[in-house]
Protein backbone atom coordinates (compact mmCIF):
# COMPACT_ATOMS: atom_id res chain seq x y z
CA UNK A 1 0.00 0.00 0.00
CA UNK A 2 1.02 3.64 -0.94
CA UNK A 3 1.43 5.98 1.79
CA UNK A 4 0.27 9.10 -0.02
CA UNK A 5 -2.37 11.34 1.09
CA UNK A 6 -5.13 9.80 -1.59
CA UNK A 7 -4.72 6.18 0.36
CA UNK A 8 -5.48 8.46 3.57
CA UNK A 9 -8.30 9.64 1.93
CA UNK A 10 -9.87 6.12 1.27
CA UNK A 11 -9.14 4.79 4.44
CA UNK A 12 -10.51 7.81 6.54
CA UNK A 13 -13.70 7.13 3.70
CA UNK A 14 -14.19 3.91 4.90
CA UNK A 15 -14.67 5.04 8.60
CA UNK A 16 -17.08 7.99 7.16
CA UNK A 17 -19.45 5.93 5.75
CA UNK A 18 -19.51 4.03 8.45
CA UNK A 19 -20.57 6.94 10.66
CA UNK A 20 -17.17 7.11 12.40
CA UNK A 21 -15.85 10.58 12.44
CA UNK A 22 -11.82 10.82 12.09
CA UNK A 23 -10.57 13.80 13.92
CA UNK A 24 -6.76 15.13 14.47
CA UNK A 25 -5.89 16.28 17.79
CA UNK A 26 -2.97 17.08 20.26
CA UNK A 27 -2.67 14.93 23.04
CA UNK A 28 -0.82 12.17 25.28
CA UNK A 29 -1.90 9.32 23.27
CA UNK A 30 0.61 6.34 24.39
CA UNK A 31 -0.16 4.44 21.00
CA UNK A 32 -0.65 6.99 19.12
CA UNK A 33 -4.57 7.55 18.74
CA UNK A 34 -7.78 6.94 20.90
CA UNK A 35 -10.98 5.46 19.87
CA UNK A 36 -14.45 6.55 21.68
CA UNK A 37 -16.43 3.84 20.64
CA UNK A 38 -19.68 4.88 22.37
CA UNK A 39 -19.42 8.43 19.76
CA UNK A 40 -17.91 6.64 17.05
CA UNK A 41 -14.96 9.12 16.72
CA UNK A 42 -11.61 7.89 16.21
CA UNK A 43 -8.81 10.56 17.52
CA UNK A 44 -5.73 10.48 15.93
CA UNK A 45 -2.25 12.43 17.18
CA UNK A 46 -2.12 14.96 14.85
CA UNK A 47 1.26 15.35 15.13
CA UNK A 48 2.02 11.67 13.04
CA UNK A 49 3.06 11.84 9.41
CA UNK A 50 0.64 10.18 6.56
CA UNK A 51 2.95 7.35 6.88
CA UNK A 52 1.76 7.23 10.34
CA UNK A 53 -1.56 8.47 10.05
CA UNK A 54 -1.78 5.29 6.94
CA UNK A 55 -0.45 2.67 9.68
CA UNK A 56 -2.64 3.65 12.75
CA UNK A 57 -6.06 3.02 10.65
CA UNK A 58 -5.19 -0.04 8.92
CA UNK A 59 -4.24 -1.53 12.22
CA UNK A 60 -7.65 0.55 13.91
CA UNK A 61 -10.45 -0.38 10.82
CA UNK A 62 -10.25 -4.16 11.22
CA UNK A 63 -11.05 -3.78 15.06
CA UNK A 64 -13.78 -1.40 14.44
CA UNK A 65 -17.70 -1.96 13.68
CA UNK A 66 -17.50 -1.15 10.02
CA UNK A 67 -21.08 -1.57 7.91
CA UNK A 68 -19.75 -3.22 5.07
CA UNK A 69 -23.17 -2.40 2.83
CA UNK A 70 -22.78 1.44 3.56
CA UNK A 71 -19.80 1.37 2.18
CA UNK A 72 -18.95 2.11 -1.67
CA UNK A 73 -17.18 -0.60 -3.69
CA UNK A 74 -13.89 0.77 -3.61
CA UNK A 75 -14.31 0.83 0.23
CA UNK A 76 -15.56 -2.45 -0.25
CA UNK A 77 -12.63 -3.83 -1.90
CA UNK A 78 -10.20 -1.95 0.85
CA UNK A 79 -11.96 -2.95 3.87
CA UNK A 80 -12.04 -6.84 2.59
CA UNK A 81 -7.74 -6.76 1.93
CA UNK A 82 -7.20 -4.89 5.60
CA UNK A 83 -9.76 -7.43 6.80
CA UNK A 84 -7.56 -10.06 5.15
CA UNK A 85 -4.01 -8.67 6.18
CA UNK A 86 -5.14 -8.34 9.53
CA UNK A 87 -6.17 -11.95 9.55
CA UNK A 88 -2.87 -12.67 8.56
CA UNK A 89 -0.89 -11.07 10.80
CA UNK A 90 -2.58 -12.62 13.67
Known amino acids: M ?3 QSTLDKLEDILGESAYV ?3 ERGTFQS ?18 IEGRINTLMEI ?5 IEYDKLTLESQ ?3 EELQKKSATEV
Open 2 to 4: KYT
Open 22 to 24: VRY
Open 32 to 49: GWCLLEAKRIVVLNKFLN
Open 61 to 65: IPTLE
Open 77 to 79: KLY
